[in-house]
């Protein structure tokens, strides 16, 4: 049997084993896409939905149309009954048709279709489902219809060739995830989804008992404390395809539910698991787009790819990269870099080769655009035959031209792009965005190549508002051996054992070896203000695993959504994902998240507080 239930080429299951009464009312013999030349004089039976419907003079031709592709077929007065003559057609109408198959005039056939050599002559038309006008056109000419239009409608939607192919695209690669990891003796185990909510880094998506009035459960961010207790238990390989959810801000390639390629390995060290990626990842890439990915991939310090590219998920496509200048403002006399860098921000620069041939314009456009990320302005200058050109100009006569040509490698013809601030997340994060549209200006960012790489020596925590540690991933990361003593005096300085998966400016993947001691979790949650009580109300289950024999361990999860999306090369995770959430978390299908009744509040003992009314003007 084939993958689609079928038997030969397109007859269900089962069909050729009917009796003689079934037969005679057979619902389907053959999907639309199932028949060839070989199959002249067949009598068959076909179900599908209206494509393009012709009319030539009384005699109709349709392209009926399933996922498996489309037949055209033949409504001549002569050949059909009465009842079925009568007929009136409209697109997107479910019909059974009975018929037989005809090869097409000469001259008339179609090579850009499977079916093309062949047409079904129908002798019965049934409508099995009507359907009204159309909001919008379902073929691949219709227009641009907006995305809250297709998702409210989204059965229609997924009707279309393009939307089709992104499912099966995806059904392919779960298929080839799961298939590499039964091959290397992983096992799939499910976790729980209705589990106790425990510090993760994201807001969780709290569930109201019944059972136990006023306590909650929590969907989980990611399965990750069930699959180290999973390496307690023994399973030293484990592998899962898991839901996930974070009550977090969304944007294009995030959404509240999303799937996870979840994998855990016990007696490992941080190659051992990047290996194994590595290998599914060139494999998933060979089959499903034929394109050869070497290996192993570049890897990049964090601190070296925040300097270099601004962000720990550089797009390597393009080889632009930032370039600090604060080692050189003795030479450049211009006083709002001096200060942003003595406020304890940043000064960095962009050198955009042969970028002197921009208008003032672009330049302009550019400045708009990371002023939307923060920074205050953009600051530039070319590189003219003999002498600079632009705002800068004036800073840069003598050694201050001398150190910029040294530190960019500035040619005639270049452009340098600067920003400053007080603030070195903004200098950062605006001159990340700034890289990747200058290169996609540049036509750097090829949508058929797919750069890998990772980023590794994470620090265990980051700062937060006050000053306090955080942990940077989550707080089962284990630290590096190295710095594990300066855990309390030093923590901001302590490196973790962790490795995100990068792909075309897309973390896909994060991951890291685990803490497997007990006293070393314990220090770590202290250090993030979780005390020994706090510890034992949310993680006793946890921290008891790791007293009884807990071997060294360490995994990742990847995102399986994202992977689609840069696969497809689209630019929004939401068409990779069947009933997607809009930005603002709801769904343009079902119209969720809804009210309740009153009664089905009071059985989870709950009231809702009084809105807020706006003050009256």
Not at 11 to 26: F, H, I, N
Not at 39 to 68: E, N, Q, S
Not at 412 to 424: E, Q
Request: charged share 25%; glycine share 10%; proline share 6%.
């Amino acid at each position: 049997m084939r993958r689609d239930g079928t038997r030969g080429r397109g007859v269900p299951a089962g069909a050729e084993s009917r009796s003689g009464r079934e037969r005679t009312r057979m619902l389907r013999s053959h999907t639309c896409g199932a028949l060839r030349a070989e199959d002249r004089g067949r009598t068959v039976v076909l179900i599908g939905w209206v494509g393009a419907l012709r009319d030539h003079g009384g005699v109709r031709f349709v392209d009926l149309r399933d996922r498996y592709g489309r037949t055209q077929v033949t409504l001549h007065p002569d050949h059909l009954v009465a009842d079925s003559a009568a007929v009136t057609l409209r697109a997107e109408q479910v019909l059974r048709v009975e018929g037989t198959v005809e090869a097409r005039p000469a001259g008339m056939q179609n090579q850009k279709i499977s079916t093309g050599e062949i047409e079904v002559i129908a002798t019965s038309v049934e409508v099995l489902g009507d359907c009204p006008p159309l909001p919008f056109e379902l073929d691949e000419t219709g227009g641009e219809v907006s995305e809250e239009l297709r998702f409210q409608y989204r059965f229609l939607d997924m009707r279309r060739e393009a939307v089709k192919r992104r499912f099966i695209f995806r059904s392919n690669l779960l298929h080839e995830m799961r298939s590499f990891f039964h091959e290397e003796g992983f096992i799939e185990v499910e976790t729980p989804v209705l589990t106790k909510s425990t510090p993760e880094g994201a807001r969780d998506f709290l569930v109201p008992s019944r059972l136990s009035p006023g306590e909650f459960y929590a969907l989980p961010q990611s399965p990750q404390l069930f699959k180290q207790i999973l390496m307690v238990a023994g399973f030293d390989r484990y592998v899962q395809v898991v839901r996930c959810f974070r009550d977090e801000d969304l944007r294009a390639d995030r959404q509240p539910e999303f799937t996870q390629l979840d994998l855990e390995l016990a007696c490992v060290e941080e190659n051992d698991v990047i290996e194994v990626v590595e290998r599914l990842m060139v494999r998933i890439i060979s089959r499903l787009r034929g394109i050869e990915v070497p290996r192993p991939f570049p890897r990049i310090s964090y601190a070296e790819s925040v300097a270099r590219y601004g962000t720990d998920a550089p797009d390597l496509r393009s080889a632009l990269s930032l370039v600090s200048i604060e080692d050189g403002l003795d030479r450049i006399p211009f006083d709002i870099f001096r200060r942003a860098v003595q406020a304890g921000g940043a000064a960095k620069g962009l050198r955009v080769p042969g970028g002197g041939e921009w208008s003032r314009k672009t330049i302009t456009e550019l400045e708009t655009f990371v002023k939307n990320y923060g920074a205050g302005g953009l600051a530039w200058v070319k590189r003219g035959p003999g002498e600079w050109v632009g705002p800068l100009a004036k800073f840069l006569e003598g050694a201050g031209g001398e150190y910029i040509i040294e530190r960019f490698g500035a040619a005639v013809g270049d452009l340098i792009l600067f920003v400053a601030d007080a603030s070195r997340t903004v200098v950062n994060q605006s001159l990340a965005q700034l890289r990747k549209e200058v290169a996609r200006r540049e036509g750097q960012l090829d949508p058929n190549t797919l750069s890998l790489a990772w980023v590794t020596e994470f620090p265990l925590f980051d700062a937060d508002d006050q000053g306090n540690p955080t942990p940077c991933h989550h707080p089962f990361t284990a630290p590096h051996p190295e710095d594990i003593e300066r855990l309390e005096s030093a923590p901001l300085t302590v490196r973790a054992r962790a490795y995100d998966l990068v792909l075309n400016g897309f973390e896909i993947g994060g991951g890291s070896i685990r803490i497997h001691s007990r006293a070393v979790q314990e220090r770590v949650f202290a250090r993030i203000g979780i005390d020994a009580e706090q510890a034992r109300s949310k993680f006793s289950f946890l921290l008891e695993a790791l007293r009884h024999g807990a071997p060294p361990h360490g995994g990742i999860a990847l995102g399986v959504d994202r992977v689609a999306m840069l696969l497809l090369g689209d630019a929004s995770i939401r068409e990779v994902i069947a009933f997607p959430k809009t930005q603002k978390g709801t769904c343009p299908l079902t119209d969720a998240p809804g009210p309740v009744t009153a009664e089905q509040l009071g059985e989870l003992g709950l009231r809702l507080a009084p809105r807020e009314r706006p003050p009256s003007r």
